[in-house]
């Protein structure tokens, strides 16, 4: 029954993953890392005391909740990016090769830290999603969404190697920071262009 | 008392404090006097030790523990802290200056003593998870009021929050080699991991687009505290994985790797120096090449390369000071800092451009200046282990002077007639002819910094021996 489960979180991660990537409203963006959140605390609870776990969901609800009322606030609804390229179907295609690539990584990690597949590929992919979005965009708040997606994916390994708790009060210490910029960034007034 | 409460704790709150207030002067004033303080507590209290003062005792601890773990600071580190809490004085003197104060002191007080909770936190790896907190709290203090967060800013926050997964992922590692030093898979996958973590962080090539970029876009007086800040601690972090893993210490290929990163940051920091045609970004690339001088003192080993490391770091302050206040002087008065809308600036302003022009060429290493004694050290150690090494430094080092050389004749070509005149407040020209005074002395008499460093390499039990 676990495994199903884990199974369905790393489906879940999947879609959230690929779903910020190439959402163009914030708001479906905030959704979806609320949801992605979810999955990474069936995840990391795995390892993890259920209560321990549950830090990684508050912190994670938190920070989207930061996000969300600092987009509120900055009162735009769609960025433009100016990065190279904006198609859907180039990141969709490069969210394929991300997936193929952590998919052969997960099954030799999963091996070398004892880690059921689905974690360690739930892991990776985050990771992977993460960079992808750092790569393709420069826009402070996907930036946010991208370290946040990596620092996710980090988190569900580490928990498998690391359970002191100064470290998951510094890691939700370090999300909310991020959070926290990511809400200063969107609300610094907008650079006026000539 | 316990010492982390003194040297972190404490600073994090009046931190929190100082944000409260409004006035530059009575901020600057508080912080200078409190950090001033934490130098002198640091230089004069014994840790661990029962000290009576009339009839009251008191003793220092160096141990306090939080959430399981334990943040110590020991005898050991009192030298270390003396020069960081130091060298903070020095910044957030001059910050009223150029009226930065509020957002340098406050936050500059509060990175400082989260770097200082970084290299006291054991294990030493969870300092990855507060450098990336100083790291955040540093946004603040990066970004420019009314704009848009620039290029360099985002990247500096992606680049330093990339290194914390690959720090702390080799620790679980080197865990590992510890119970089980004979693996070999185990040592190279470590040591691939603390590489790219410490690349992150120091901004080792190529992961250094930032830097220039930073210090075109914010205010310099805050990125020149942020670049001398940040690299001198990950360096000090760094020496404790080369002091505390033997394996590490003594692979055959770490000097090579040190020695061409360190080489690889030189030449290409004084190269790419040399052709810019802003002043901060040229100060940037000064930076980057600092960190390569300083990865290439470690790269030297033993003591001796230790000792120059902490050589370099007393001039290498100084002349940063001196080059981002008075650049920050200049930006605030020309509309941009590019070389060919300053030409003449020297007439104008003689203190700001005389100070950057110093500070330039003295951390390109020029005699009787106090960058001087240290670069001559790298070059006379470097000469006897590796003539290749030197000519591509000579490089860098050319690149660095040039730009120098460069900047002067920009900053004098005024238009005939333009008389001479200084538009620097009192308080600036004060501040900037004590430190022209201090870059002279320091390298007419290397020998007085001596007493600020010398206790340095006890912190390192096998390095520093």
């Known amino acids: 029954m676990v495994t199903i489960i884990n199974w369905i979180a790393l489906f879940i991660v999947l879609v959230t993953s690929i779903g910020l990537l190439l959402q163009r409203d914030w708001r479906w963006g905030i959704g979806l890392l609320t949801t992605q959140y979810l999955s990474i605390f069936w995840l990391v609870q795995t390892h993890w005391p259920v209560s321990m776990a549950a830090v990684k969901l508050v912190t994670g609800w938190m920070a989207c909740a930061i996000l969300a009322i600092a987009q509120l606030n900055s009162g735009s609804s769609q960025e433009t990016e100016e990065s190279w390229p904006q198609g859907r179907l180039f990141r969709l295609f490069t969210a394929g090769i991300i997936m193929a690539t952590t998919f052969v990584l997960s099954l030799r990690a999963s091996s070398w830290l004892g880690l059921n597949l689905p974690i360690a590929w739930a892991s990776l992919l985050l990771i992977g999603m993460g960079l992808l979005q750092l790569g393709i965009s420069g826009q402070p708040f996907r930036v946010i969404l991208g370290l946040l997606t990596i620092m996710a994916g980090f988190e569900i390994l580490y928990a498998a190697v690391e359970s002191s708790t100064l470290v998951a009060a510094l890691l939700s210490a370090v999300n909310l920071g991020l959070a926290l910029s990511g809400a200063y960034f969107l609300n610094l007034p907008q650079e006026e262009k000539p | ?465």
Request: contains cysteine; aromatic residues 12%.
């Open chain 2, 1 to 465: 008392m316990s010492a982390p409460i003194l040297w972190i704790f404490l600073p994090l709150i009046l931190a929190g404090f100082l944000l409260l207030l409004r006035n530059q002067k009575v901020i600057a004033l508080i912080a200078c006097i409190f950090t001033l303080f934490l130098t002198l507590a640091a230089w004069l209290l014994p840790m661990d030790t029962a000290m009576a003062i009339g009839n009251w005792s008191f003793k220092v601890t160096s141990s306090f523990e939080i959430l399981g773990r334990h943040l110590v600071l020991g005898s050991a580190d009192r030298s270390l802290l003396a020069l960081i809490y130091g060298s903070a004085i020095i910044w957030f003197a001059f910050a009223p200056a150029v009226k930065t104060a509020h957002r340098l002191t406050s936050l500059g007080l509060a990175i400082t003593a989260l770097l200082v909770a970084a290299l006291a936190v054991e294990p030493f790896l969870y300092a990855a998870l507060l450098i990336e907190m100083a790291v955040l709290l540093s946004i603040p203090l990066l970004s420019v009021s009314g704009q848009r967060p620039g290029k360099g800013l985002i990247r500096f926050v992606i680049f330093q929050t990339l290194a914390m997964p690959f720090i702390l992922f080799s620790g679980w590692l080197l865990s590992g080699i510890e119970a089980n030093p004979g693996n070999l898979g185990l040592v190279q996958q470590a040591a691939i991991l603390i590489g790219l973590g410490f690349s992150f962080l120091l901004a080792v090539f190529p992961f250094y687009s930032w830097i220039p970029l930073i210090t075109e876009e914010s205010s310099p007086l805050t990125v020149g505290f942020i670049l001398w800040m940040f690299p001198t601690v990950t360096i000090f972090f760094g020496l404790g994985f080369l002091d505390h893993y033997t394996w590490l210490r003594d692979a055959p290929t770490l000097g090579n790797v040190l020695t061409t990163v360190g080489i690889l940051m030189v030449v290409s920091g004084g190269l790419l120096a040399a052709f810019q045609r802003h002043l901060g970004r040229i100060m940037g690339y000064a930076v980057i090449m600092e960190t390569g001088y300083s990865i290439l003192t470690l790269s030297l080993g033993g003591t001796v390369g230790l000792n120059i490391f902490f050589m370099l770091l007393v001039p290498r302050t100084l002349s940063l000071v001196i080059w981002a206040f008075a650049l920050t002087i200049l930006k605030e008065h020309s509309p941009t800092l590019i070389l060919s809308d300053i030409k003449g600036l020297g007439r104008s302003w003689p203190f700001a451009t005389s100070g950057l022009v110093l500070a330039n060429l003295a951390l390109a290493g020029m005699p009787i200046l106090a960058g001087f004694p240290p670069h001559q050290a790298i070059w006379e150690v470097l000469a006897s282990t590796s003539l290749p090494a030197v000519i591509w430094v000579l490089i860098g080092t050319i690149g660095l002077f040039f730009s120098a050389v460069r900047v002067m004749l920009t900053f004098t070509a005024a238009p005939e007639g333009a008389h001479w005149e200084s538009h620097e407040t009192g308080v600036q020209r004060i501040l900037l002819a004590i430190s022209f005074l201090a870059l002279l002395m320091l390298g007419l008499f290397p020998q007085w910094a001596l007493p600020l460093w010398s206790n340095l390499p006890a912190i390192f039990t096998h390095l520093g021996h």
